[in-house]
């Protein structure tokens, strides 16, 4: 019988079907010798690792690039090691960290997904030069370091110069007799990179377009004139500044005149792009060059992806009405059923509202149009509730006060022909709390999508030992079909299938162990219970209980050494705003606890407590499948959705959460009895409010929760400084919005049954197996079907493009 394959050996085979299709090794070897010929210099014949990694891409890319043009034709106008260490090439390539966190990750799935269902559709949005920093832990405090992706070149794109847009900023309108004009603009231009996006094995590759910013050559060209040649040289970075780095909030809005100038650059390229698109495409229309609009929501949908391009609304008006002369109520029409918007958050914190002082500066024919748009709006609603100013006030995308600020939440929702959010009870609170007048204006506007992820990248590509079980058992079609994990149902308490999914995970926790001791130098139990939280750091998200846990854990193992205890490695990772002084506490609050309890002779490997630095997509890929619990524990109704969650879940770990978010479904998918579901509904947070909160009350009351903070306050985690902790408890007692000691009881009481599962691996087993079976619904493919369905008004496509070596249909 043979050897079964390694993770390593599996993750080669996948990696090597997918580029090679298991057809055409040879001219994949052969690709690759040649590029790896070009790649090396004429004085250094030795090859180093980057260049094999880039030998490969290239060769993959090669591969893709037929797939690639044949997909647009198609849309548009109608021995596999290679005696290399894939996995060793995987760890030089660079996180491509141009997102925040949920929201990017999300878009990424949302690529994958389209591609693999054949729809033709492009991600747009910026090539930051400097992504999401990286995170180094310098004495337990975060430290920020530039993230430089980009230092070694990026084999994907491909620049695409011909293709590159002016984007107008500044400047002054003029009404003339042959209509309004944009004038004394600054210009900077936009550079698309394109990057291909392959479906699963249908031969769809489609585009990620990212724009870069350039300085035109004629930029600041006064300065030229009075002859200060070099300052109008250097001058060119203030232009090219835009696309140099992510803001890092997540949640978070900064109101800086750099971000709204992002915002617009990624709308103006974008939509000038589409428009020539449109203009070029047959679509059967028989004019050479179409110029008429009236089809234009037919053929374009633009999705929102939060307020962030919600310029996109009067920018798609100014475009119409100025310059291509659509009359106004015409192109409003157009405009709405071309947009539909998908809001990602209720924290008030996170919702745009931009200074009108900024627009009137750097957009003031957009501010213009924002203000008749408005004006209409209010109109309706005058007519509909006659008298009811309050509603008018609240209804305004323009919000009145010392300092006048436009609502982006408010233009979208106008400006949009559907309204989402991103799981049932987020959607929820959307009609009923956030946009509740708005929903009482157009109900029919409004729609639930339930976040999904990409089993490609989240099981098959992370966890290629659990793909296989499960192939074993139920064959390959649930990789694009993820409803089909629920014939496992059928295997629930068959032994073997049992011992095997516990197997993979054992493996899998060997292996991330053996990791952290070689990245991080730590030494942990990989028998221990690997209990997970990754994600931003943010009040809302409580790490805070989580620590009131570990330390709760600490002071029951030294006030009775001698019990017996279930093993718990205690890990959380993820970034905090390097502005948000809270985050940085609570990061500098982990670290400290873990000093204390990795170094107490009396625990042992009983308790670890671990920092995971710099969390990251590939630090995800490799921490996920080796969890056993995964920590969702936001107060009720703050988490839009999460994502992690589903990670964790169709990988085998058991979920800790409250009634928030994709938790809800989750729970009513797999039944609330395979999920350890603890703490206040949203109902009782609402009536926590009306009552007020008052953290005294459960300090008072609860010994254990009163220790744990009288240690945090005294210094007992900070020795060095006793006073270190003092904001973070001050925050907790006097004024936590999120409630942390209001959950801390059901919490603790809701570890203790994690405990007394997880000492049953048989039965803990089962219920891995039955949230596994029971995680179809959330796949990124299900969201995008009903996205494409219900919003989009297209159909997902199963016909496979034939490859670019056979004659198109």
């Known amino acids: 019988m043979a050897a079964p394959l390694s993770d390593g050996e599996r993750r080669k085979q996948i990696s090597v079907r997918g580029i090679a299709g298991l057809g055409d090794v040879a001219e994949v070897r ?132 011909e293709y590159m847009l002016p984007v107008h900023f500044y400047g002054r309108v003029d009404h003339t007799p042959e209509g309004v004009k944009w004038i004394d603009t600054q210009v900077v231009l936009a550079m698309p990179y394109d990057t291909p996006v392959p479906g699963y094995k249908n031969n769809t590759v489609n585009t990620m377009r990212l724009w870069s910013a350039k300085a035109p050559n004629d930029f600041n060209l006064q300065e030229f004139n009075v002859g200060d040649y070099i300052e109008a040289v250097l001058d060119r970075n203030l232009a090219e500044n835009i696309s140099r780095v992510l803001y890092p909030n997540d949640n978070f809005f900064e109101g800086k005149e750099l971000r709204l100038k992002q915002e617009y650059f990624v709308v103006a390229a974008t939509l000038q792009d ?243 001791e070689e990245q991080y130098k730590v030494k942990i139990n990989p028998s221990s219970m690997f209990d997970v939280q990754v994600k931003r750091i943010h009040e809302y998200k409580r790490q805070l209980l989580n620590c009131l846990h570990a330390i709760t854990l600490y002071n029951r193992i030294r006030s009775d050494p001698s019990k017996s205890f279930v093993p718990r490695t205690i890990m959380i990772g993820g970034k905090a705003a390097p502005g948000y002084h809270m985050a940085k506490m609570i990061i500098k609050l982990i670290t400290s606890i873990a000093d204390v309890i990795n170094n107490d002779p009396y ?87 009306r009552q007020g909160y008052n953290a005294r009350e459960y300090y008072e009351r609860l010994p254990e929760l009163q220790q744990a903070i009288d240690q945090i306050s005294s210094g007992f985690f900070s020795p060095r400084d006793p006073a270190c902790f003092r904001d973070v408890v001050n925050m907790l007692m006097y004024h936590d919005r999120f409630k942390v000691f209001a959950d801390y009881e059901a919490y603790i009481k809701c570890q203790g049954q994690v405990d007394q599962l997880f000492m049953d691996p048989r039965e803990w087993t089962k219920k891995v197996i039955r949230n596994i079976a029971r995680s179809g619904k959330f796949s990124s493919d299900r969201t995008i079907m009903e996205y494409a369905r219900e919003i989009w008004g297209v159909e997902p496509s199963a016909t496979k493009i034939p490859p670019p070596n056979l004659p198109r249909d």
């Not at 990409?454 to 064959?475: F, Q, S």
């Not at 619990?629 to 959705?641: C, D, K, R, Y």
């Not at 797999?670 to 603890?678: P, Q, S, T, V």
């Open 274 to 516: 589409i428009i020539r698109r449109f203009k070029s495409s047959k679509f059967g229309c028989r004019d050479p060059v179409r110029t008429c609009f009236e089809t234009f929501p037919d053929k374009v949908a633009i999705q929102l992806n939060d307020t962030h391009p919600a310029l996109s609304i009067p920018e798609l008006m100014r475009i119409l009405v100025d310059v291509e002369k659509v009359d106004w109520d015409k192109a409003w029409e157009i405009t709405k059923r071309t947009c539909a918007y998908t809001n990602h958050t209720v924290l008030p914190e996170a919702l745009e509202r931009w200074p009108v002082s900024m627009f009137e500066k750097l957009l003031p024919r957009h501010l213009e149009i924002i203000y008749a748009l408005n004006q209409m709006h209010l109109d309706r609603v005058a007519a509909l509730y006659p008298g009811d100013i309050d509603r008018l006030r609240r209804m305004s995308v323009i919000e009145e006060g010392d300092c006048k600020r436009i609502n982006m939440a408010h233009l979208c929702v106008i400006g949009s022909h559907a309204v989402n959010g991103v799981a049932r009870i987020h959607s929820d609170i959307v009609k009923n709390s956030v946009f509740k007048d708005f929903y009482e204006l157009e109900p029919e506007k409004f729609q639930n999508k339930t976040n999904g992820i990409t089993p490609r990248r989240w099981l098959l590509l992370c966890n290629p030992g659990l793909a296989d079980v499960i192939a074993e058992k139920i064959g390959e079609g649930f990789i694009t079909d993820l409803s089909q994990l629920e014939k496992l149902l059928d295997f629930i308490n068959n032994e073997s299938f049992i011992r095997d999914v516990a197997k993979v995970k054992q493996e899998n926790k060997l292996k991330f162990a053996a990791y952290l």
């Open 30 to 161: 052969k690709s690759f010798n040649r590029h790896l010929h070009f790649t090396l210099v004429k004085d250094r014949n030795v090859a180093t690792p980057r260049d094999y990694y880039f030998a490969l891409a290239h060769a993959v890319r090669d591969h893709l690039v037929g797939r690639w043009i044949r997909t647009q034709q198609h849309y548009y106008e109608r021995d596999p090691k290679l005696g290399l260490d894939l996995e060793e090439l995987e760890e030089i390539e660079e996180d491509a960290g141009l997102g925040n966190g949920g929201l990017g990750r999300l878009a990424a799935c949302f690529l994958d997904s389209m591609a693999t269902l054949g729809l033709a559709a492009y991600g747009y949005g910026i090539r930051y030069e400097f992504g999401i920093f990286n995170q180094k832990i310098v004495d337990g405090w975060q430290v920020e370091e530039a993230d430089d992706w980009l230092r070694y070149g990026n084999p994907w794109e491909k620049a695409r110069p």
């Open 603 to 689: 625990v042992g490997d009983r308790l670890k407590v671990i920092f995971l630095e710099n969390y990251r997509v590939s630090l995800a890929e490799k921490v996920i499948p080796a969890a056993d619990l995964s920590q969702q524990i936001s107060t009720a109704g703050t988490e839009a959705s999460g994502t992690g969650n589903m990670k964790f879940m169709v990988n085998g770990a058991l979920t800790i959460g409250t009634m928030d978010g994709a938790n809800v479904e989750m729970a009513e998918e797999a039944g609330e009895e395979n999920l350890f579901i603890f703490g206040m509904r949203v109902e009782d947070v609402e009536a926590l409010d």
